[in-house]
């Protein structure tokens, strides 16, 4: 796991200017982590930013983690009331969710259907890697829909997906989320 210390640039932060300057540097730690590597950008001192800093940094870094690096989870923490509001407006209108942790809590932020935030919710109750079987099986539904919702997750890059083998021989998918 990498931290990135949002507070170090200040405890107000505006202007999309700003924003690219912080989003280089951001950008740079997510390129020196490695496959399955959670990189953390921690909030703390940070009491303020606006809606133009949110969608710069936060939208743009999210969105070519997808594309560059979709092997690596982007976790946030240590929000507060403000930069939770503008955070979640920014990615709301740009699509997007990402991950954000609080104490031992972790919840997407931004745009996600509530069974997407269910299933992330129960995979991050497993506490480790888990199978679509088994997460169908505690969520109670079929295992076409649960491989449908944890595709959607993978895809939005909240959830990681890894080659493994069953009890059985065979070959199946693995997902995890940050811990």
């Known amino acids: 796991m990498k931290r990135f210390a949002l507070g170090e640039f200040g405890s107000q932060l505006w202007t999309r200017e700003k924003a690219k300057e912080i989003r280089a540097k951001l950008i740079a730690v997510i390129e020196s982590s490695s496959p399955g590597e959670t ?8 009491e303020v930013f606006d809606y133009s800093f949110a969608n710069e940094l936060f939208g743009k870094t999210i969105h070519t983690r997808h594309s560059e690096w979709p092997d690596r989870l982007l976790v946030i ?7 939770r509001e503008n955070l979640g407006k920014a990615l709301e209108s740009l699509g997007l969710a990402t ?15 509530p069974v997407d935030a269910e299933t992330f919710a129960e995979i991050v109750a497993e506490g480790g890697p888990t199978s679509a079987t088994s997460l169908s099986k505690r969520l109670g539904i079929g295992l076409t829909a649960m491989n449908e919702r944890l595709s959607k997750l993978v895809d939005l890059g909240l959830v990681l997906r890894a080659k493994a083998t069953s009890t059985a021989g065979r070959e199946q998918f693995m997902y995890s989320a940050p811990r």
């Open 39 to 46: 990189i953390v950008v921690d909030l703390a001192g940070v």
């Open 99 to 113: 991950i954000e942790r609080s104490g031992r809590k972790m919840q997407l932020l931004g745009k996600s259907h």
């Open 77 to 83: 923490e240590n929000l507060t009331t403000y930069t």
